[in-house]
């Protein structure tokens, strides 16, 4: 079984894969009164045709080292993890965008971040670290198909 070891989540590493959201640095304008900082516009929402939609997901937690044996993604619009905790969580993608996944990396949030995966980004399911796995989700909701599946021909172990 190959491995795959876990890099820390930077948006120039993640930037082939989507975006990263936090409030890291100056923000982009101070509102209410200079009381609240706002970091605008962090992420390019696609819903290609639908509409956005907010679910809440609970998932469940996972450990180190993970078996990684599947991966998936959503043709026909992006797709943002935002955590409703402070607990880091395991972000899994694959390079390429064809029928199947090319080279699979790892990374690992931390604490405040969540993220956006483009359009048609292979990714590894939701993998919260901790729980409670809470995770508001903000994706495409409307007709078509959204989901394809690929199972791994080798599972592959992430570790820390």
Do not use: K
């Not at 894969?17 to 209410?32: E, T």
């Not at 965008?97 to 590894?124: E, Y």
């Amino acid at each position: 079984m190959s491995e795959i070891q876990i890099e820390p989540l930077t948006p120039d590493a993640f930037a082939p894969f989507g975006d990263v959201l936090d409030a890291s640095g100056a923000p982009d304008r101070l509102i209410n009164q200079g009381l609240c900082g706002r970091y605008h516009d962090r992420a390019r929402l696609d819903f290609g045709g639908g509409q956005a939609g907010i679910s809440i997901f609970h998932a469940e937690p996972r450990s180190l080292p993970y078996r990684l044996d599947l991966v998936e993604r959503h043709p026909l619009g992006s797709q943002t993890f935002l955590p409703m905790t402070q607990h880091p969580f395991l972000v899994i993608v694959a390079e390429g965008r064809d029928r199947t996944p090319g080279r699979v990396r790892a990374f690992v949030t931390a604490p405040g971040q969540g993220i956006n995966l483009h359009r048609g980004t292979w990714h590894g399911v939701l993998t919260p670290l901790h729980a409670p796995g809470l995770f508001a989700v903000v994706d495409r909701i409307g007709e078509g198909q959204n989901l394809e599946e690929h199972w791994l021909p080798e599972p592959l172990t992430i570790r820390a």
